[in-house]
């Protein structure tokens, strides 16, 4: 059984870090890309950043510079550390895991609140 667990999310304000972790199980954990999305109230899910499998990243022009994902194999967890939070930064972040179209996997997402 497939499960990835977020934990990190919060209140926070403008300026602001929060750090984000999604714990996996049930998958081979190295062989999978694993992003971060997010879904703010009224809007479609969008990607936030990327971590392919040989650690390759990439992001979303509206976090560079701010936003670090990372993984650590060892644990089959992956990470976003998000700096210099914005209010618009607010809405639910969700882990994904992906190997292909058949294993592309979701956790359950995680608040995320920017606010003063």
């Known amino acids: 059984q497939v499960q990835l667990v977020e934990s990190g999310g919060g209140l926070v304000q403008p300026g602001g870090s929060l750090a984000l972790s999604c714990a996996a199980s049930?998958?081979?954990?190295?062989?999978?890309?694993m992003g971060w999305y997010r879904q703010a109230p009224g809007k479609q899910r969008e990607l936030v950043a990327v971590i392919t499998s040989g650690g390759t990243t990439n992001y979303a022009d509206s976090v560079k510079g701010r936003f670090t994902i990372s993984r650590d194999n060892a644990k089959n967890t992956v990470y976003l550390q998000m700096n210099s939070l914005k209010p618009e930064d607010t809405a639910v972040y969700y882990c994904n895991a992906r190997y292909d179209s058949k294993h592309n996997y979701w956790g359950q997402g995680t608040q995320v609140t920017v606010s003063s």
């Open positions: 049930g998958i081979g954990f190295s062989v999978y890309g």
